[in-house]
Each structure stands twice: as structure tokens, then as C-alpha cells.
């Protein structure tokens, strides 16, 4: 079970210069895109510039109108969308939602349950949780799947900013033990960046891609984004590293250090080499 | 027994109740009150054609009931006008389209009021073979496309991106849906079979804690209705389908009452 992070393997999802059209319109076109086992890839950008419609892409729910998407066979997909209404009609416990798609053994179930927080919760009805315990909720149903590839679409919505922190960091756990992929949609990704390998940056097509670091430092981000841009990057710098329990830090390219300060004094020339 | 005529509408109807429970389950859920009744009353057009063509009724029916709600699929698809608005068309002019159609029809005596309402006396032994040999395939195969359907209608994402095929389950539960209209039709009447797929899904949500679990009291609390209303239809002469709609509005009354009286006794 154990994978090291840095250890990237086979490619799970990859989309070569794909481009989803509606009435006439391309929502996103030109879209290079590779998941590996592994890694974490977080998509941004603002609003209908296209991250859902990639990740659905990327999974099949949507098929390409031109270029190509290929997938690993077989490929186990754990999937957290953008908005889920359950009718309140449908009595649906939080256990019963775990086996939506297929059946899980008890442990497993249990398991997930624990990791996501919700535990105590896996008799209630979905629709009495509040925003964050059902975006747990959902986030324990695609783990326990203990897919190949998880698929989360603005997973922290809902949720207050200590819980997204602890949700994100969740999201890593998972990805460390399992080693799975991760294709992450965002548009606060001042705590995505410090757990991602990838930021791809769309805006209809791919802007800018690369490592946090660069994604920041990059003229394009800078111009999609505006002011925020600026906001974005100062968050960075608290959280490009992450404190580990023992008192090293972890910096945002997986290299362990002993203190995080020092990153900070050469974080700004990082930024003008990218 | 069966020579009877009200044993065997008794018998036809607890078997429609049956089958209809878990359908309806699915058409409260997905909130497909107004497109049920879309198709029911496409019924009529099915009657007329069957009447004209000389083919099986129950056949006849099941055939237009399809392609109304692949037309529909279809013009959704398409996206020209709202669904709402084009279930209002598509359910009225195949209403009246088939009382036009009856009414050239004049070589024929049609029993109008039977079809629109319901007519436990015209229940034969062979319909409650087709009830039932009907209703065993529909029910087997609702159970196949469970998960599908059901995950596709928590979020039809979830289930595609994980491998399950709502659309496809989606598109049976319709043909489903088509079956259980001709079916039923004789005993509750083209107009109020939706209701007897509704009230009683709507009466069992409120003690079950699984949709499994509601799916089966609603068999029975729609069982429980066509009893009651068939009874009280022979006792006041009234016709059976009105009377089993209004056992099963009775029986959801009762169930809002005991919903208010559960925080008291809990």
C-alpha cells in the first residue's frame, strides 16, 4: 500500500488536444492533459472557464467533440461532483449513499467513514448533514471505492476554512497511502498549492501550466487572475510547505527540511528563474 | 374463485399495486409526476389506434406509451422549448387526438368512461395473466437495472464516471413505465394511473429508511388501496378507479397524521 510520493507511476488519464463544443461554442479546446498514478493535478481558473467540463472530459462522462482522451483499462474512478441535490423524497442513509455505485465490504465502508470524520453520522439522512459533513460524505464514498483515480470538483465548497484545510489534507493522506491519482478543480487554491505536483491553469484552453511555484510566478496567471493573482501568491508563502509531525517541513517539491524559513528567503528568486 | 368478477378485479389490482410501487418510487424521486401522466393519457391514442389497426389493446397502448416518452426524450434532446412545456403538448394532444379518433370511429361501441376511469367489470382471466406474467417481467427487470437507475438518479455523473450506465437504465425504466400504463389501464383508467404510481410512493416516505425498503411499502400501501377502493366501489357503486385513488389519498392522510403524532410518542 505504501507508495513514496515522488515514485510517479503509469499515466491513468491522458487528453490530447481535446475540446468539448456546445452549440457551437467550445466550452474548452486544446486541452493536453495527463493524470498519473500519484500525482495530484489541480485544475484552476475562473468561473465557465471550462475546469468541470475538462474533469468530466477526463472520466468519460463527457466525450470529446475533437481530439483524443484515453484512459488506463481497467481504471477505478472515484468521483466528487460540483453540486449533488438529493430529492428529499429518496430516504437515503450516509451508509446506504457509500454503496450508491456498488457494493463495499463493511470494513472498508467503516473505514472510510473514520478517515472523512463522518463516522458518527453513517445512520443519518443525507439531507439532514449540513454543507461540509455531506462533502465529507461524498469524499468517503468515492475513497471507499478505493479508486485508481479520484476525481474532485471544488471538494472544500461548504466548508469552513479550518475544515477545508483538514479536507485537503485528507485528500493528501489518501493519495500518500493509496497512491492514487488525483485531479483536483479549485478556485481557492491558496491551500491546494502547497499539496499539488501539477497547477494546470484554464481558461477555455490551457493558459499556463507547472509546479506551484512557476504557475504563480507566470505572466498569464498573473493576467487571469488580476488582483487576486497577487493575493494567491501571498498565501503561498504561508502554506508552499507543509509542517510535518516530527518538526521538519515538507517544502511544496516534496524535499523534507528542517526549517521553513529559509525557503521564503529564496522563494522571490525562484519566482523571476521560472 | 376467479369466475367472480369482482375476485378477479381484486386479484388484477393488488398485482398492478405491486408492480406499481416501486415504479412510483422512482417517479416521486426523479420527479416525473407530470411525465407519467404525459404517457397515461398518450393511452387513449394507443386505445384508438389498437381499435383502428384491429391489434392487441394492451400491446397497442404499450407501443404509443414508448414513443411518447421517446418523443419526448427526443425533443428534449433538442432543447427547443422547456420540458414542462412540451410534456403539456405532448399529454394533451395525444388526449384529444384519441377522443377525436374514437369518436370517427362509429362503427364501434368504445366504453369511453372506461378507459378514462377504470371498469373492474371488464377484467377477464386472461388480463390477470398478463397482469401477472407482465408484472413478474417488469418487477425483474427493475431489479437488473436497480443500481444504475438509482445511482442515475442521485446524480447521473456519479454513476457514468464510475462505470454504470444511467442513461441506458434511464431509458428501460421508461419502456418499464410504458408496460405498467397498458396494464393497468383497464382498472384504474387512463386519467388516474399516475396517481396510484404517486400517492402511494409518497405515502410509504414516510416510514422508510431505505429506498429498498420504500419501494416495497409502497406495493403495499397501494395493495392496501385497490382493496379498499375496489370495496367501497361495490358497495356505493361508485367506479373503481376514483374510488382506489381516493382509498389512497385516505391512506395518506392517515400517514401525515402519524407523522405528527411520532415527536409526542418519541
Redesign the interface.
Given at each position: 500500500m505504501l507508495q513514496a510520493k515522488d515514485t510517479k507511476g503509469d499515466a491513468l488519464v491522458v487528453m490530447e488536444n481535446a475540446g468539448i463544443k456546445r452549440a457551437d461554442r467550445w466550452l474548452v479546446r486544446g486541452i493536453d492533459l495527463t493524470v498519473r498514478r500519484g500525482e495530484i493535478v489541480t485544475l484552476i481558473g475562473p468561473n465557465g472557464s471550462g475546469k468541470s467540463t475538462t474533469a468530466k472530459t477526463a472520466i468519460g462522462v463527457l466525450s470529446p467533440d475533437e481530439g483524443k482522451v484515453q484512459r488506463a483499462n481497467p481504471l477505478r474512478v472515484g468521483y466528487v461532483p460540483q453540486k449533488v441535490n438529493v430529492d428529499w423524497t429518496m430516504p437515503l442513509t450516509v451508509k446506504r449513499l457509500m454503496e450508491l455505485t456498488g457494493k463495499l465490504p463493511g470494513e472498508k465502508l467503516e473505514a472510510a467513514l473514520v478517515a472523512a470524520g463522518i463516522s458518527h453520522l453513517s445512520g443519518a439522512a443525507v439531507q439532514s448533514l449540513s454543507g461540509g459533513e455531506f462533502q465529507r460524505a461524498l469524499l468517503a464514498r468515492a475513497l471507499a471505492r478505493e479508486p485508481d483515480l479520484l476525481v474532485l470538483d471544488e471538494p472544500v465548497q461548504g466548508v469552513d476554512f479550518s475544515g477545508e484545510i483538514a479536507l485537503y489534507r485528507l485528500i493528501r493522506e489518501i493519495r500518500d497511502r493509496t497512491g492514487c491519482g488525483v485531479l483536483l478543480i479549485s478556485h481557492d487554491l491558496h491551500v491546494v498549492m502547497a499539496e499539488t505536483d501539477t497547477v494546470v491553469c484554464l481558461n477555455g484552453h490551457i493558459c499556463c501550466r507547472g509546479t506551484p511555484e512557476s504557475v504563480v510566478a507566470s505572466e498569464e496567471y498573473r493576467t487571469l487572475f488580476g488582483s487576486r493573482a497577487s493575493e494567491l501568491a501571498l498565501y503561498r508563502h504561508q502554506h508552499d510547505h507543509t509542517h510535518l509531525v516530527d518538526g521538519r517541513v515538507r517544502l511544496a517539491d516534496g524535499t523534507i527540511a528542517d526549517s521553513c524559513g529559509h525557503l521564503h528567503d529564496h522563494s522571490h528568486e525562484n519566482i523571476s528563474d521560472a | 374463485m376467479l369466475d367472480d368478477f369482482f375476485v378477479r378485479a381484486m386479484v388484477a389490482g393488488i398485482g398492478i399495486a405491486i408492480i406499481a410501487g416501486p415504479l412510483g418510487c422512482f417517479v416521486?424521486?426523479?420527479?416525473m409526476a407530470y411525465f407519467g401522466d404525459t404517457m397515461a393519457h398518450s393511452a387513449l391514442l394507443g386505445v384508438a389506434l389498437s381499435f383502428l389497426f384491429d391489434i392487441n389493446l394492451t400491446l397497442g397502448v404499450f407501443a404509443v406509451a414508448t414513443l411518447a416518452s421517446l418523443a419526448l426524450l427526443f425533443l428534449q434532446r433538442r432543447g427547443a422549448l422547456s420540458t414542462d412545456a412540451l410534456l403539456g403538448i405532448l399529454s394533451h394532444s395525444t388526449l384529444a387526438l384519441g377522443l377525436v379518433m374514437v369518436a370517427f370511429m362509429s362503427w364501434i361501441r368504445i366504453d369511453l368512461m372506461g378507459f378514462l376511469f377504470g371498469d373492474i367489470l371488464a377484467v377477464s382471466k386472461s388480463d390477470i395473466g398478463v397482469i401477472f406474467a407482465g408484472g413478474l417481467a417488469v418487477l425483474a427487470v427493475l431489479a437488473y437495472i436497480w443500481?444504475p437507475l438509482?445511482?442515475g438518479?442521485?446524480?447521473p455523473?456519479?454513476?457514468?464516471?464510475?462505470?454504470?450506465r444511467p442513461e441506458a437504465a434511464k431509458l428501460v425504466f421508461m419502456i418499464l413505465m410504458a408496460a405498467v400504463i397498458a396494464i393497468a389501464m383497464k382498472i384504474v383508467g387512463i386519467l388516474l394511473i399516475t396517481s396510484l404510481l404517486i400517492i402511494p410512493?409518497?405515502t410509504a416516505?414516510r416510514f422508510?429508511?431505505?429506498?429498498e425498503?420504500?419501494a416495497v411499502m409502497a406495493s403495499l400501501a397501494g395493495a392496501l388501496s385497490v382493496s379498499g377502493g375496489l370495496l367501497a366501489s361495490l358497495q356505493f357503486d361508485t367506479p373503481s378507479g376514483p374510488s382506489i385513488v381516493v382509498a389512497a389519498l385516505v391512506l395518506f392522510l392517515l400517514s401525515l397524521l402519524r407523522l405528527k403524532m411520532q415527536p409526542a410518542g418519541g
Open positions: - | 416521486v424521486w426523479r420527479r443500481r438509482l445511482a438518479t442521485v446524480n455523473e456519479i454513476a457514468e464516471a464510475e462505470g454504470l410512493a409518497a416516505r422508510a429508511p431505505t429506498p425498503i420504500m
